[in-house]
């Protein structure tokens, strides 16, 4: 590919010694190009990829005024309630504390695909049939213990984004008996650990 | 058989291939030099923060940082803040604001930050800027950046929260509430990027 054509292909072989050969003006390039798109490529992707991803977050409106804050009264049997305690804990229960609906009785999850995210998937499904009306879907309330991290935050987040769960909150206060169920270490069963009989 | 010449004209090539590296280099923006470096939780949304009328609220080790983005915008919003607490400031130190990265002074102290080098400012201890009830001072900046912005570009200022993932949550929710009292229930948290399988 890169060679260097010198005028005349050595046609005249053993002639005179050449004296004032005719410079040649042909410049290899192939380097020099090469070396040009690697930086376009550097560059482009630069640029392109340095933007910072978000997500976006939208929180009900707040009154100063107490009073006007009204409670929203919703179907106990599409809500789910996801504690997030300290060390990645999640805690999840279904329906009411004292009264979970069946197999809704706090438990303790993983985050990721294969913890708590399919728990949502199977409780949306079952919430769907439960109403029939697609519009009532399940409602996720999202309880951050003031000891989790920012990363389990947005990690729930992120799973109500993937599994499209259609109405999600925040919410701060903790009761009394939620508060127990993320500050007792549970105990060697990871499995279900009812906190009311 | 004429053998041909293997050996091709690149100099079109050539010339294409550095007019789109002047091109790109020209667009892409210097990264500037974070003040406090945080490690933003990946998620697997991709929407892009927008390039302009932006302030990103960089939380970390408890401390608040504050930036907007624009030159104008953040001249006037120097002048209101400047305003409020009864500081003057030069229209050296303006430009110098202009072009700074994000800050977490008070605004009392922001001068002597505004004084120093862009290399002496990073061994500036930065105490993070006042949130309390007190002395909210972020509060204002976020409110005087909202005016500026509206001033300037006529357009509502998006706000983005980025934590650093181990920060724990109450300081998000002081933030969060920060902001929900200017009624601003609408920000981007910002994240880093995740393939979508784990």
């Known amino acids: 590919m890169a060679e260097l054509n010198t005028g005349d292909g050595g046609g005249k072989k053993g002639s005179k010694k050449v004296r004032s050969k005719k410079g040649n003006n042909k410049v290899d390039l192939t380097a020099m190009v090469d070396l040009a798109f690697l930086l376009i490529t550097f560059f482009m992707l630069t640029t392109t990829l340095s933007k910072p991803q978000s997500m976006n977050l939208g929180l009900p409106d707040k009154d100063p005024d107490k009073d006007k804050n009204k409670d929203v009264k919703v179907d106990e049997n599409r809500t789910m309630t996801i504690l997030l305690g300290d060390n990645d804990k999640l805690v999840r229960y279904v329906g009411l504390l004292a009264t979970p609906v069946s197999g809704g009785a706090p438990k303790e999850f993983a985050y990721g695909k294969d913890g708590i995210r399919k728990e949502l998937l199977s409780r949306k499904d079952a919430v769907l049939q439960y109403t029939g009306n697609k519009d009532k879907g399940m409602i996720v309330i999202i309880k951050p213990s003031k000891k989790s991290n920012y990363r389990n935050l947005v990690d729930i987040l992120d799973e109500m984004a993937i599994v499209n769960v259609p109405t999600y909150a925040i919410v701060n206060d903790f009761t009394p008996e939620e508060t127990k169920l993320l500050g007792e270490p549970v105990s060697a069963a990871p499995a279900a650990t009812p906190a009311n009989p | ?198």
């Open chain 2, 1 to 198: 058989m004429k053998k041909k010449s293997t050996s091709t004209d690149m100099t079109a090539m050539c010339d294409v291939a550095f007019l789109l590296l002047t091109f790109f280099i020209l667009t892409a923006t210097a990264k500037v030099p974070e003040v406090m470096p945080v490690d933003t939780p990946a998620s697997t949304v991709q929407t892009k923060l927008p390039e302009k009328d932006l302030a990103t609220l960089t939380i970390g080790k408890g401390k608040v940082f504050f930036d907007v983005k624009g030159k104008d915008v953040r001249v006037r919003t120097l002048e209101l803040m400047g305003d409020k607490y009864g500081l003057t400031f030069s229209d050296d130190d303006k430009n110098k604001f202009a072009v700074m990265e994000s800050f977490g002074v008070p605004v009392q102290n922001l001068k002597q930050v505004l004084d120093a080098s862009p290399s002496e400012r990073k061994s500036i201890q930065q105490p993070g800027i006042p949130k309390d009830s007190l002395d909210n001072q972020l509060a204002d900046w976020v409110q005087n950046a909202r005016i500026a912005n509206i001033e300037k570009h006529d357009k509502e200022l998006e706000l983005a929260i980025k934590g650093d993932a181990k920060e724990e949550y109450p300081v998000i929710k002081r933030v969060m509430d920060i902001l929900q009292d200017q009624k601003i229930n609408n920000f981007s948290l910002v994240t880093g990027l995740r393939g979508k399988e784990k």
